[in-house]
């Protein structure tokens, strides 16, 4: 008789703010949960053990939803390397640019995941930007020579702020409109990016990393329960 694979945890860590875009965290939180309670295909368990970190213990997403988060900014940034992925959602630019012109403390917490050692040699941490939420990343300084996406009205934006940002020299990001984007390793840190476009491009992004991470008929059988037609194969 074989020995049951042991399970495999994935530690996830969703960064939210005020006035946060709903469905850019719930909708990933949606697959994760729905990948970690069905056993259906056969193949090792894979768990996602999610935890939500904010400045505050609530959180206003859109001025609609009140969430209760699970960890403090400064206690998260003790443990962060206890995570193996980090989602970070975007929101409207009126709340997005002088977020990003303030220098929160939410960029060094991205920063310092980005650029943490993987856990295991062969499998990086992951960086998940949703949306806007690219300018948060772009705002740590890692979109450096690497393909990204965001919100369609945001691409040229985002390529004009991370050349602010990064300064002369720094090789531009290749900015385009598509629903997500796998750009491997990061050149400026150790982790994987993944980036989603508007809104509902998270449900493709997070689909298609569960396949990485566990298998594409995992993925194939969580977007048929969630009734959902999965988009997916990353852009070109």
């Known amino acids: 008789m ?3 694979p042991p399970k495999k945890y994935y530690k996830v860590a969703f960064l939210l703010f005020e006035g946060v875009d709903i469905l850019d965290f719930t909708a990933p939180m949606e697959v994760f949960t729905h990948t970690s309670h069905n056993r259906n295909p056969d193949n090792p368990d894979r768990v ?3 935890k939500t970190i904010a400045r505050t213990r609530t959180v206003n997403a859109k001025k609609a939803l009140t969430v209760q988060t699970d960890l403090l900014l400064e206690g998260a940034m003790q443990g962060i390397a206890d995570f193996d992925i980090m989602i970070v959602p975007g929101g409207p630019p009126s709340l997005i640019n002088p977020f990003v012109a303030s220098n929160p403390p939410e960029v060094d ?3 310092s ?3 943490l050692p993987p856990k295991t040699p062969d499998e990086p941490r992951v960086l998940v930007s949703i949306c806007t939420g690219a300018f948060l990343i772009g705002a740590a300084r890692l979109l450096t020579g690497v393909r990204v996406t965001t919100h369609h009205r945001a691409v040229e934006r985002l390529r004009e702020f991370c050349i602010r940002v990064n300064g002369e020299g720094a090789p531009p990001p290749e900015v385009s409109h598509k629903r997500f984007i796998d750009a491997g ?3 400026a840190g150790s982790a994987r990016l993944l980036s989603a476009g508007g809104v509902s491009s998270s449900l493709d992004a997070s689909l298609y990393l ?3 991470l566990t298998s594409p008929d995992m993925a194939a059988f969580i977007s048929r329960v969630m009734e959902y037609d999965w988009k ?3 852009s070109e």
């Open 109 to 111: 917490l991205i920063r």
């Open 210 to 212: 569960v396949s990485q």
């Open 113 to 115: 995941f980005a650029t």
């Open 232 to 234: 997916g194969q990353p």
């Open 185 to 187: 390793v990061l050149k």
């Open 48 to 50: 996602f053990q999610i």
């Open 2 to 4: 074989s020995a049951t």
